[in-house]
């Protein structure tokens, strides 16, 4: 049967990744879709997938989930997501019409460039929720994971109006707020709101860590403040690296932004009273602006 001009309701979605963000998706389509295959090389977490019913069904095998999909979503690590569109021409859509691929991968740019690649099958549109934990699993799955997040699309020259529109219906379905932008674009701005954040988490750490070698004592006067910055530091590292390495340049260009930010702070320091209360207001003004909420809790 056609799917061309059907709503998500009418659509079995294939998600291939039943982890976090994998199992949340589903969990946050249940009731919204025709069904839900899980694609997932891990047996246990297919069994826990089933007997929660998160998933209608679930395989190891990419070709039969493909088999099944109307709408593919590829919800693993980067590298693993890059991996999964090269064996795409080796599986078989089982409609004639193309199918509608997304991702929900963290970094854009190298992965829209291998969806490009694809054959006429298969017509895609890059993806990234800007949401998350810092555990994994399916065991830590919610359905409210997405709900208020942007999710951010990253459509290819020749994503189609279908495939475009259903990846927005699935986005809105599962509470987020879509927003569309160039894959660079997205991997620019990522690296100094996501990426940057964590090196400078893992920075933070060190520093202290140095200095309790010849003073553990110091760890003893660990406040909120440092756990709450630097909590990002205890992600995933095998998953971040998989981010880092994909996004270099523009990492690079945020740590060379980040080091000028600190170098006008040092120099404030070294500046009269107010000169430091000016830098240091404007800074809070503009964090207070940005984040209103935030600000009255403070």
């Known amino acids: 049967m056609s799917k061309r001009g059907y709503p998500l309701a009418e659509h079995h979605v294939t998600i291939v990744g039943l982890g976090l963000m994998g199992g949340s998706l589903a969990l946050a389509l249940r009731g919204k879709c025709a069904g839900i295959t899980a694609v997932d090389n891990n047996s246990h977490a297919i069994s826990d997938g089933l007997k929660r019913g998160v998933i209608d069904r679930g395989t190891e095998s990419l070709s039969e989930g493909v088999g099944h999909a109307d709408l593919l979503v590829l919800a693993t690590p980067v590298s693993a997501i890059i991996n999964l569109l090269a064996q795409l021409s080796q599986c078989k859509p089982r409609s ?60 290819l020259e020749n994503t189609s109006l ?80 998989d981010i880092l390495r994909t996004n270099k340049d523009a990492v690079r260009a945020a740590l060379r932004q980040q080091r000028r930010a600190l170098e006008s702070l040092e120099t404030a320091l070294d500046e009269d009273e107010p000169i430091l ?22």
């Open 96 to 155: 004639e019409i193309a199918l509608s691929v997304m991702d929900l991968g963290s970094t854009k740019a190298e992965i829209t460039a291998k969806m490009a690649t694809l054959p006429a099958e298969y017509n895609c549109i890059g993806g990234h929720p800007m949401c998350g934990k810092e555990s994994s699993g399916i065991a830590h799955a919610n359905a409210k994971l997405y709900q208020n997040a942007t999710f951010v699309l990253t459509s």
């Open 162 to 241: 279908d495939t475009l529109n259903l990846s927005q219906e699935l986005v809105i379905a599962v509470g987020a707020q879509p927003l569309h932008m160039e894959a660079d674009r997205h991997d620019r701005m990522v690296a100094l709101t996501s990426h940057l954040p964590y090196l400078l988490a893992c920075s933070l750490v060190a520093a202290v860590e140095e200095y309790g070698k010849a003073d553990p004592v110091i760890w003893d006067l660990v406040s909120t403040g440092f756990r709450d910055t630097t909590r990002v530091a205890a992600s995933n590292v095998t998953m971040l690296i």
């Open 277 to 298: 209360h000016d830098t240091l207001a404007d800074i809070r003004r503009n964090y207070r602006s940005h984040f209103p909420q935030a600000s009255k809790e403070t």
